[in-house]
């Protein structure tokens, strides 16, 4: 199977999808990159300009899993689809791993996840290949390291924003249950066996499958800070802004061409009291199915603090 086998989760997809020791997996780069797959991960040449190299460095392959960063050029994941149902590949995990994107109102409120929606609306059109998309929520240690413009925390200054009162629950992922949760899906039959009709990529084709490693409010991970920091409340400022309000303000410096603001209005949506963000409890998860561990959040506060740190480690 291909996948983009470094970078935040693409590198720990790899690193459990060669721990089953049953996959093979590929990674596709550019012909001048210069960026060095784990050891064990075949490598292929491409140029995405010509739709037949990437065919052609995709043929054979059982599945395509694309992990392509945020500023990636948007005509890259549909030449990657194109050519993977050209080449045969009979699954495709698109670039989700993001907030619920079957969402209604979160997609109408931010494009970027109604964009990912509409990558797999065309699947429609594409009868010779399937897609299985992996909704995670933000990832737990990315968005909290990354400072008060996303979920409202500065460890630095041992400050907080709570958005509204801070009890809304959202669902979220860390980069190691990520990569668990597509080692174990794609380790799963193409067809039942011994009557297991959910336990099979066939029962999930088209379809969105939903992880998580804990829903949690802000409230619960200020007291995860406070446990990992050996804090007290009293040692912390906190303050309140409400939810819609800020997603506003972050919209406004959006248009501006402030590329936080964006970041601002994408997390503060998920907060929202529609329940866009606690997928948990609207759509249900397939962490029992895919055998998912549960997971200390207070290990993972820690990881986010630390990138907090050295945020361009």
Not at 193 to 198: F, K, N, Q, S, V
Not at 207 to 228: C, E, G, H, N
Request: with cysteine.
């Amino acid at each position: 199977m291909y996948l983009q086998a470094t970078g935040n989760s693409g590198t720990f997809m790899t690193t459990e999808l060669l721990k089953t020791g049953k996959h093979v997996v590929t990674a596709i780069t550019r012909a001048d990159s210069q960026i060095e797959p784990p050891e064990g991960v075949v490598v292929k040449k491409v140029d995405y300009d010509r739709p037949a190299s990437l065919v052609e460095a995709l043929r054979g392959q059982d599945a395509l899993v694309i992990t392509l960063g945020g500023m990636a050029p948007p005509d890259i994941q549909p030449k990657l689809i194109q050519a993977a149902c050209d080449a045969g590949v009979p699954w495709i995990l698109p670039n989700e791993w993001s907030p619920d994107t079957a969402h209604e109102g979160l997609c109408q409120d931010v494009q970027f996840f109604g964009a990912k929606r509409a990558v797999r609306d065309r699947f429609a059109e594409l009868p010779e290949c399937s897609y299985i998309a992996v909704v995670t929520g933000f990832w737990y240690e990315w968005m909290l390291g990354m400072g008060a413009m996303t979920f409202g925390f500065d460890f630095a200054n041992r400050a907080v924003t709570l958005f509204d009162d801070g009890e809304t629950a959202i669902s979220l992922s860390t980069w190691p249950q990520v990569g668990r949760a597509v080692a174990a899906l794609l380790s799963l039959p193409i067809q039942p066996e011994d009557g297991a009709e959910e336990r099979c990529l066939a029962y999930l084709k088209n379809k969105v499958v939903y992880i998580k490693s804990f829903t949690v409010s802000q409230k619960d991970m200020l007291d995860s800070a406070l446990r990992v920091t050996h804090t007290t409340l009293e040692d912390w400022t906190v303050s309140k802004e409400p939810a819609q309000q800020r997603y506003r303000q972050g919209l406004e410096a959006a248009q501006k061409g402030d590329r936080t603001g964006f970041a601002k209005a994408m997390t503060t949506r998920v907060f929202f009291s529609d329940g866009a963000g606690n997928h948990e409890k609207t759509k249900g998860t397939s962490n029992d199915l895919l055998g998912l561990p549960e997971e200390s959040i207070d290990e993972a506060t820690e990881r986010a603090i630390e990138r907090a740190r050295t945020p361009h480690g």
